[in-house]
């Protein structure tokens, strides 16, 4: 297992690759993520979640059968 940054991290934004998961280890993390508060705008397929948190965050992962990895992108919702 290993994560991976992919170089582009700001202060509003983090985005890593987690290698080595299953698609079960994927539902569990998303199963985590709904208990942790990303429920607002939820959206996801078997191997997609999106949402937002009540807490100011956005979240995108998506799942790679071929190769056996996660996307994680975390941002900060900008407030207007």
């Known amino acids: 297992e290993c994560v991976k940054d992919n170089g582009y991290n700001a202060s509003d ?14 539902d569990n993390y998303v199963k985590s993520c709904k208990e942790y ?11 997609t979640f999106t949402a937002d948190s009540a807490k100011g965050y956005t979240l995108h992962m ?19």
């Open 13 to 26: 934004t983090l985005r890593v690759k987690i290698c080595g998961w299953s698609i079960n280890d994927f």
């Open 62 to 80: 998506y799942y790679d059968r071929d190769d056996c990895y996660v996307s994680v992108e975390v941002e900060r919702i900008s407030q207007s």
């Open 37 to 47: 508060g990303f429920t607002v705008n939820m959206s996801e397929t078997d191997t």
